[in-house]
């Protein structure tokens, strides 16, 4: 039992170092508008645009239904 704590507290030590780093992935700067949720901003952004089309065609077919039924 004694053995297991020993081995899973070296594994721990080792695991939060900082010089155990072997990823070669660097942080890329972000720009000025850019962020991690860009794409899914930009589709909800379109979505309303397409909400707001709509709703202009929506409201124009009512309004010639109304004249129609003058």
Do not use: Y
Not at 11 to 28: F, H, I, P, Q, R
Not at 40 to 54: H, P, S
Request: proline share 1%.
């Amino acid at each position: 039992m004694i053995r297991v704590m020993i081995i899973g507290a070296a594994l721990l030590l080792s695991a939060c170092s900082e010089s155990g780093d072997t990823t070669d992935s660097k942080a890329e700067p972000v720009t000025e508008g850019e962020h991690v949720w860009k794409t899914q901003t930009d589709q909800i952004d379109r979505a309303r645009d397409v909400e707001n089309m709509l709703q202009e065609s929506n409201a124009q077919q009512q309004q010639a239904i109304d004249e129609q039924a003058r």
